[in-house]
């Protein structure tokens, strides 16, 4: 019987767990620090069993994954390498940076114990095992990255292990990891953050900004919405990309300033032309470290029941839907629902059937 253990059982843990559990040969354990989160764990059934002592936890463990906040990673390895061990126990984590806790590792490294970084670039803005997903992983890059120290064997079994999640992995070395991450996921967080503070003041002396700020502004900035203390650790642990990143970010800013201050029209049309041709040869609707949002807006009209006969439609045609938001109807204007899937195939059966059925669908 392979032990899977899992320190952290929330959105990222909780979604591993769901892919393990149930495996033939499998069996997972989870820990919390809270009782009330233990029992949680069980009662869900994400985990076969879990306990507050990572002792209990840890020990026979195979494989160990810490899917804790970014600054109690080290925390949580040092407390685990002071403990008795099974020998040859792979121990991996998901945290969204990689350099300080490779690192880390490394200076505290025990004969046959292996650390291998890990980050599974997938998730949300949501957090918490409630909202732990089976499919979450599912063809997302999940990075690892082994060093010069990690036997093979050790990088395999891990691997190997892995394959459950349905996650593509690569390898790819720490702090290239976190340059590259801190550019295409960290980056995006602030300037969202930053966005819609820059609104949310506007808003305060004229509330016709909130009212116009639907669709489009909506969905880039999803993100803003993510979890602060998350976030604070991420951006905080990634201190020096994130510098030179928001030095280059306020001269590009600066750049377009310039441009509109000199009523420099070709440079714009060009600034624009140099993002469009980069922006047109990302892969499509592949999963990438943001998730995409596969949202559909119906028109409804202020009568009862509509709701219900939406969602029944699309139960009966089996489309699963991941949200749903209603913006409240007035007598004037008809209501707007948005519906949210979890993926491109069903958003498009969803705009199929509804139209079929005579609603009004915008994306
Ligand atoms: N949320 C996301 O989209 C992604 C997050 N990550 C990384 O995964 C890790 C976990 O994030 P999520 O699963 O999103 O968070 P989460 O909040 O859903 O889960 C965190 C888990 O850690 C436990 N925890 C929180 N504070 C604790 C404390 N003070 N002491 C002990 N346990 C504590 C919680 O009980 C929970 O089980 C983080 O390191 C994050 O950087 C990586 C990829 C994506
Ligand atoms: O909500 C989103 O789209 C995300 O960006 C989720 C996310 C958060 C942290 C990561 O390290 C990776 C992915």
Same mark, same amino acid.
């Given at each position: ?50 306990? =507050? ?105 891990? =691997?190997?292990?892995?394959?459950? =999640?349905?996650?593509? *992995? ?20 602030? *300037? ?30 999803? *993100? ?66 943001? =998730? ?7 028109? *409804? ?63």
């Amino acid at each position: 019987m392979i032990k899977v253990a899992i320190f952290g059982v929330g959105l990222m843990g909780g979604s591993l767990a769901l892919c393990l559990k149930d495996k033939p040969g499998i069996r997972v354990a989870g820990h919390s620090n809270r009782p009330s989160q233990v029992e949680k764990y069980v009662s869900l059934g994400v985990v076969d069993e879990a306990s =507050t002592s990572m002792q209990e936890v840890a020990e026979d463990a195979d494989f160990i994954f810490l899917c804790v906040p970014v600054s109690l990673l080290e925390p949580y390895l040092d407390e685990l390498l002071q403990m008795r061990l099974k020998p040859g126990c792979i121990i991996t984590d998901v945290g969204s940076t990689k350099a300080t806790i490779v690192k880390h590792a490394r200076k505290r490294a025990v004969p046959g114990i292996h650390f291998i970084g890990g980050h599974p670039m997938t998730g949300s803005e949501r957090s918490g095992v409630e909202v732990a997903d089976y499919n979450l992983y599912e063809n997302a890059f999940y990075v690892l990255t082994p060093d010069e120290s990690t036997p093979e064997e050790a990088y395999n079994k891990l =691997t190997d292990l892995l394959q459950y =999640t349905r996650a593509q *992995i690569v390898r790819v070395d720490a702090e290239q990891h976190d340059e590259i991450v801190g550019a295409i996921s960290h980056l995006p967080h602030m *300037i969202a953050v930053a966005l819609v503070n820059q609104i949310a003041g506007y808003n305060e002396k004229d509330g016709l900004y909130q009212s116009l700020a639907a669709g489009g502004f909506r969905d880039i900035t999803r *993100i803003a919405s993510s979890h602060p203390d998350m976030w604070r650790d991420i951006l905080l642990n990634n201190r020096s990309v994130m510098l030179k990143l928001m030095r280059d970010w306020n001269a590009e800013i600066a750049k377009l300033t310039a441009l509109v201050e000199n009523g420099d029209g070709d440079g714009i049309v060009r600034e624009f032309e140099r993002a469009g041709a980069f922006r047109n040869q990302l892969p499509e609707r592949k999963k990438g470290v943001l =998730t995409s949002v596969y949202d559909v807006y119906v028109d *409804i009209p202020d009568h009862p029941g509509i709701i219900g006969q939406i969602a029944t439609l699309l139960g009966n045609h089996r489309i699963n839907l991941s949200n749903l938001h209603i913006s409240e109807s007035r007598a004037d204007v008809p209501g707007v629902l948005r519906l949210s899937f979890r993926n491109e195939v069903d958003m498009d059966a969803s705009i199929k059937l509804l139209k079929q059925h005579s609603y009004a669908v915008q994306l």
